[in-house]
């Protein structure tokens, strides 16, 4: 199969991680017979310096045309400290989501057997944990109209939905759990907010559609409590977009590591595959920084493809390199640590 992959690798930790993935990726399509052209485009802070904008045209254009989009990360703490910039790193991000049509972001959570210890919660509440978010991506309040008044005394964020985006998410989460154990959790805050109420009939009216499907629907705030109390009890779980962004980053911790989750942002055009973790600035150009998490989404990237040989050959040498303790620093609990180019090599030799 012949693969054209369009390669952001964004700012900070976002090219050395990278790097990492495009050495895998390439020793699979030589050990499968496929080609893969990685076409690098700009995109966050490196963007800016280099345009003026974090998402320039050109890059939208090769991500168009590109059959996936494999993503690094975004971010610079010169604008983190800047709250008057007017252009941002992260904007490009929003931008990126909505021009790709990118409204749904598919997040799993797993643990691995040999990290299980590691997790801050207790083995006996996160073993067998394996769900998946689906977090709504391109409306909401980050989408919303924003503003200030009273001469900057008063700031607002507006969270609009309209009803068809939350159908689209959802129509995907049915899909999904039908094919794991049909069970689907909608979360929301429908005791307060108009938007949730109307996430919460949406999807009710979207039951009959899917009448193997078991759907529960619960309270974000009851949500954030059972992910570390009983996350196995949760399978598919769909949110909105804010809710999203706060409860997959909590899920990420049962792993014991940012650094290990993979997602992908899927939608009406190409799809981006990316780690969970952020541009980790201060790890830049150490060559410290885990890079599982950015070849773990590069798997997910080929199973979309349906090359699933291909991607359990990944997460095989993932696994493995866990269970010999071959990681970055993060990982190594004092023990003996491997570079970010090391574990790269090393996963790259053992698919």
């Not at 054209?4 to 964004?10: C, M, Q, R, T, V």
């Not at 485009?41 to 320039?56: F, K, N, W």
């Not at 199973?303 to 390199?321: C, G, H, M, Q, Y």
Request: proline share 5%; aromatic share 8%; hydrophobic share 40%.
């Amino acid at each position: 199969m012949k693969l054209n992959i369009a390669l952001l690798a964004g700012d900070g930790i976002g090219p050395e991680v990278i790097d990492q993935a495009v050495k895998v990726c390439n020793a699979i399509a030589d050990k499968y017979n496929h080609e893969i052209i990685w076409t690098p485009a700009l995109t966050g802070a490196a963007a800016i310096d280099a345009v003026g904008e974090p998402y320039p045209d050109e890059t939208h254009e090769i991500c168009l045309a590109a059959d996936a989009v494999l993503f690094g990360a975004i971010g610079h703490p010169r604008f983190d400290n800047d709250p008057s910039a007017k252009v941002r790193p992260e904007q490009g991000l929003l931008k990126m989501r909505q021009k790709l049509g990118l409204f749904a972001n598919v997040r799993p959570t797993f643990t691995f057997p040999s990290l299980i210890d590691k997790s801050p919660l207790k083995r006996e509440r996160i073993e067998g944990t394996d769900l998946i978010f689906l977090r709504e991506l391109t409306s909401g309040i980050y989408f919303g109209e924003r503003g200030r008044l009273d001469n900057g005394d008063t700031a607002f964020d507006t969270c609009t939905y309209k009803r068809h985006e939350v159908q689209r998410l959802a129509k995907k989460g049915f899909e999904l759990a039908m094919t794991r154990t049909k069970k689907l959790c909608c979360v929301d805050k429908a005791n307060v907010l108009e938007t949730s109420r109307l996430w919460r009939e949406t999807v009710q009216a979207m039951e009959k559609d899917y009448p193997e499907v078991t759907v529960s629907y619960e309270f974000v705030d009851a949500v954030a409590m059972r992910l570390v109390q009983w996350p196995n009890s949760y399978d598919v779980l769909i949110t909105e977009n804010l809710f999203g962004d706060i409860l997959t980053d909590e899920a990420s911790v049962i792993s014991g590591s940012m650094g290990l989750m993979p997602s992908a942002s899927v939608g009406t055009k190409t799809k981006l595959y990316e780690p969970i973790h952020g541009s980790y600035p201060q790890a830049a150009g150490k060559d410290i920084a885990n890079p599982l998490a950015t070849v773990l989404s590069a798997a997910m990237m080929f199973e979309d493809f349906n090359l699933t040989e291909e991607a359990k050959a990944i997460r095989d040498a993932v696994n493995k390199s866990l269970e010999l303790g071959y990681v970055t620093e993060d990982l190594a609990d004092g023990g003996k640590s491997f570079k970010t180019s090391e574990v790269g090599n090393w996963l790259a030799k053992n698919v």
